[in-house]
């Protein structure tokens, strides 16, 4: 079955203790991201990545890293997580990146708190 | 930079009534739009989506159009289902945002039996 798998679903931490967000795809995506949700913000990027070893910034980067080694991993560190990066996170893919009009496929999220 | 503006939710409706929800969108060049929608404990998934202007994106008895000369595109359906009870996200990329994706803050649907 064609999907985005994140791990972990839900994660309690606390503050400073290092965190990796799993993000994996089984369609041979080019494309992928990163976003977060939270209430009445809608979803905001983090970051996205074109192809393996190309990255950038989204709108909301800050606290935040990523890497592509892989083609169909993309994991989402949190160096030193803060309360403020409570939220639900979310992964997506697609499957080229050709101007814009490309459908994102998305994981189930991942939930996190951060006390 | 490029925006995208919704109308605030919820939004309660009875089944079998008309649903609008209105987007309207800030960009330069000519991005692509989609509607994207997520149910109860999911992840996102698309509904329909637009890539030039005065395209017409259609699924499952909703519509919406590109307006360009409006910047809007307002997702209808003729007669919801309490099964469409989600949030629904307008979302652009593409133009001059570059490899960027920008969302709505999403509308909550209510639909009542």
């Known amino acids: 079955e064609a999907q985005v798998t994140q791990n972990p679903r839900y994660l309690i931490t606390v503050t400073g203790k290092k965190l990796t967000v799993t993000c994996s795809q089984n369609m041979n995506h080019e494309y992928m991201s990163w976003y977060r949700q939270d209430p009445g913000l809608g979803l905001r990027q983090i970051y996205y990545s074109m192809n393996v070893e190309v990255t950038d910034k989204g709108d909301v980067p800050e606290g935040y890293k990523v890497s592509r080694k892989e083609k169909r991993n993309f994991p989402l560190i949190l160096e030193s997580p803060s309360p403020n990066q409570t939220s639900l996170y979310f992964c997506?893919?697609?499957?080229?990146?050709?101007?814009?009009?490309?459908?994102?496929?998305f994981g189930p999220g991942t939930r996190l708190l951060v006390l | 930079g490029n925006s995208v503006t919704q109308m605030e939710g919820p939004v309660t409706l009875s089944e079998e009534a008309f649903l609008t929800i209105n987007c309207t969108y800030t960009a330069t060049g000519y991005p692509s739009l989609f509607w994207y929608v997520q149910y109860p404990g999911e992840g996102l998934q698309l509904l329909l989506k637009?890539?030039?202007?005065?395209d017409k994106g259609s699924n499952k008895g909703f519509e919406a159009t590109y307006r360009k000369e409006t910047t809007s595109f307002h997702l209808e359906k003729g007669s919801v289902q309490v099964s469409d009870s989600a949030v629904y996200f307008c979302?652009?990329?593409?133009?001059?945002?570059?490899?960027?994706?920008?969302f709505g803050a999403g509308t909550r649907l209510f639909v009542k039996a």
């Open positions: 637009a890539t030039k202007a005065d």
């Open positions: 979302a652009l990329s593409g133009g001059t945002g570059g490899f960027k994706t920008i």
């Open positions: 997506a893919s697609s499957l080229v990146w050709t101007g814009g009009g490309e459908t994102q496929y």
